[in-house]
């Protein structure tokens, strides 16, 4: 059976070509929109959709701050921002709604049993009904950032500034914390009804969503994983370090893929290839 060291020399995906982008600043999130549009949020404030060649729809503004998630729910687009607000947008990117609230940046959104929730700098979590009204609003912990947030069956799960994992039920009760990272959790994700979490401690982590228990810590990166992507049997932890590694169910790594050239900060499946992009003027396309 191949060793590790045999994992890590295996390079899975290649680097199938960088495609430009117009933004003016850093790209922070990626996102898929009905099915075949390629969705990017920026530092810059704007949105960009892009067709399946990745050649621009159109581009649209209106947050008055960094864009930080974006999340298709119920047809529209739905994007947080360091303005402190949730956008949505129509089909053809006509805002329609400015839902408000939070009193700093939304670092993430997430869609489960047709309510939206979203996690903020302001350490709260929000859960909005279908049509924009406010449901609930959990204080977690005042001022302490929440960064990230997902849905794992019927579950959500946070990700929190002490390192700290919430699991929480779809009528937003706490039912338990998983504690085991050493710094800020950025980026949660499922792969196969496990939850996968990437940390400021540069490591990833694998938990069993039944009993809580975390099954694997997986080392490797340099810098802090900013998101986790999930393609078919593989996982993808992205990392500050300027590398994308892939991970079997497991936890065995069977590559390390490099070629950017400032930090990585998200990623997305897209026509069937692992697109990521962050601090450089592109995204990269990985392909087999």
């Known amino acids: 059976f191949p060793t590790t060291e045999i994992f890590e020399k295996m390079q899975p995906l290649f680097s199938k070509k960088n495609v430009e982008l117009e933004h003016m600043d850093w790209v922070s999130v990626l996102t898929v929109f009905n099915g075949d549009v390629f969705v990017t949020g920026s530092y810059d404030g704007t949105i960009q959709y892009r067709d399946r060649d990745f050649k621009v729809l159109r581009e649209v503004t209106g947050h ?32 329609t709604k400015v839902l408000e609230g939070h009193t700093h940046a939304v670092y993430g959104l997430c869609v489960c049993h047709n309510k939206l929730w979203s996690c903020s700098q302001d350490g709260r979590i929000r859960i909005w009904s279908s049509t924009g009204g406010l449901e609930k609003e959990i204080v977690v912990d005042d001022e302490k950032p929440i960064y990230c947030v997902t849905r794992v069956g019927d579950h959500i799960y946070t990700g929190h500034y002490d ?21 800020v959790v950025y980026s949660l994700a499922e792969h196969n009804g496990d939850l996968w979490s990437g940390s400021g401690d540069k490591s990833v982590r694998i938990w069993d969503t039944t009993s809580g228990q975390c099954t694997n810590v997986l080392k490797g990166h340099s810098g802090p994983i900013a998101a986790l992507v999930g393609m078919g049997t593989k996982m993808y932890s992205l990392s500050y370090d300027k590398t994308v590694k892939e991970w079997t169910d497991s936890g065995n790594c069977t590559g390390t893929m490099d070629g950017h050239h400032n930090l990585i900060l998200c990623g997305v499946v897209f026509n069937y290839n692992l697109v990521t992009a962050g601090g ?4 990269k396309i990985w392909s087999k």
């Open 64 to 95: 008055t701050g960094s864009v930080l998630s974006l999340c298709e729910f119920n047809g529209s687009l739905y994007s947080g921002s360091a303005d402190k607000t949730i956008r949505v947008w129509d089909d053809v990117g006509a805002c």
């Open 280 to 283: 450089d003027s592109y995204c």
């Open 163 to 183: 390192g700290s994992i919430y699991e929480w039920d779809t009528s937003g009760n706490k039912r338990r914390k998983l504690d085991g990272h050493e710094g």
